[in-house]
């Protein structure tokens, strides 16, 4: 397939693309964004498709990787921000602070979950969460595919557990 047929091909999931970077981002010029950086990583990637294999499936996990990527370059961004600047106008009110707060505490709490999670369920998951297939887990970590899904599962869990507090 060349690079023009797989353009064609690939924008065919636009749509179905779009639907699901606005589940990401909540906001429908982000989705608008989110979509045409996967579109764009999928032309230039394209040479890693495997024919034969899940085309939509591939642009999704470009998807969720680049939104991921986003996030954490935004979180680094924000803890680039000195104090000065954040405090830069005064008419700051006391619900973004608190809202700041919260979710600094809220990512606290998220990486003591993980931390507090067993390194045998919490490597599979991890894994998972990037977008490693099941399969995919169980080859690179040499364990059965049953024993990734069930550790996958005991991660889910524990975080659940553990951020109870959060599902109010």
């Not at 939509?56 to 600047?85: C, P, Q, S």
Request: proline share 1%; charged share 25%.
């Amino acid at each position: 397939m060349d690079q023009s047929e797989f353009s064609h091909t690939i924008s065919k999931y636009s749509k179905h693309l779009y639907d699901h970077a606005l589940k990401f981002t909540n906001d429908e010029d982000d989705a608008k964004d989110l979509v045409q950086e996967t579109l764009i990583k999928g032309m230039r990637f394209c040479n890693n498709f495997d024919r034969g294999t899940n085309l939509r499936g591939w642009l999704y996990v470009i998807m969720k990787n680049t939104f991921i990527n986003e996030f954490r370059k935004a979180a680094k961004t924000k803890k680039l921000i000195t104090t000065d600047d954040e405090i830069s106008d005064a008419n700051l009110t006391k619900s973004a602070a608190t809202n700041t707060a919260n979710s600094t505490f809220a990512m606290e709490d998220i990486n003591r979950a993980m931390a507090s999670i067993k390194a045998e369920y919490s490597i599979p998951f991890q894994l998972y969460f990037e977008g490693y297939k099941y399969e995919e887990i169980a080859e690179q970590l040499d364990i059965p595919l049953g024993t990734v899904k069930t550790h996958i599962h005991q991660a889910r869990q524990g975080l659940q557990k553990y951020l109870a507090l959060y599902r109010r």
